[in-house]
Nanobody, 124 residues
């Protein structure tokens, strides 16, 4: 089993920044990649970004490219999401996810474990 705990969510004004962090514990030796997804009210969960743990290759959703940066810290066993130039439409619950297999990291079913989520609210 793998446990994921997100932190860093909150309320921010449009144009501002937030940094989310996800700490992984448990059977993390099986990790292939980690990712971030988000779900806004009334919408489906959508892919935000992912990072392969070996090599550090990153993937981003087109709407976040250039504004969001995903990074990992091997020593701390964490993955962070730096979010800049936040927009009202970035308001959502953000979920950290852990993948053990080399599947399409842009899809929900590539991930085996999920965190509880952290709320990000962008105000005008």
């Amino acid at each position: 089993q793998v446990q994921l705990v997100e932190s860093g969510g909150g309320l921010v004004q449009a144009g501002g920044s937030l940094r989310l962090s996800c700490a992984a514990s448990g059977r993390t030796f099986s990790r292939y990649a980690m990712g971030w997804f988000r779900q806004a009210p009334g919408k489906e969960r959508e892919f935000v970004a992912a990072i392969r743990w070996t090599g550090g290759m990153t993937l981003y959703a087109d709407s976040m490219k250039g504004r969001f940066t995903i990074s990992r810290d091997n020593a701390k066993n964490t993955v962070d999401l730096q979010m800049n130039s936040l927009k009202l439409e970035d308001t959502a619950i953000y979920y950290c996810a852990f993948a053990e297999r080399a599947l399409n990291l842009r899809t929900n079913n590539a991930y085996d474990y999920w965190g509880q989520g952290t709320q990000v609210t962008v105000s005008s």
